[in-house]
């Protein structure tokens, strides 16, 4: 696994970081104020999606590997409703937040 203080990508790093701390305020913050994401392919509204798979459900993601200059990670993603699943997560980044990622089964 790799220590989320060590992801290679800032502005990725500080998303997964809010993530896994389950604080609101620095995920959103980590976000342009136009931050678009996918579900297994399917577009979500952004909002209700980590309310439900993430803030509510105690989301928290161990990352085992990245690529792309950090921008792609495979990591096991669990929460209270799912249990634990290995994930894929691509991030596209605006300057220097995260303007949308995609997550599926890995």
Do not use: C
């Not at 105690?58 to 929460?79: C, K, P, W």
């Not at 596209?92 to 995609?102: A, H, I, L, P, Y």
């Amino acid at each position: 696994m790799i220590p989320t203080e060590k992801l290679s990508d800032p502005a990725v790093r500080a998303l997964v970081t809010a993530l896994n701390a389950n604080d609101r305020t620095a995920f959103l913050a980590a976000l342009t104020p136009d931050a678009t994401m996918s579900d297994d392919g399917s577009d979500r509204n952004l909002a209700e999606w980590t309310e439900k798979e993430i803030f509510s459900a105690g989301g928290h993601m161990d990352v085992e590997s990245e690529s792309d200059g950090g921008r792609t990670l495979v990591a096991q993603y669990r929460n209270d409703t799912w249990g634990e699943m290995r994930t894929r997560w691509h991030f596209t980044v605006s300057d220097g937040k995260v303007s949308r990622f995609e997550t599926g089964q890995a």
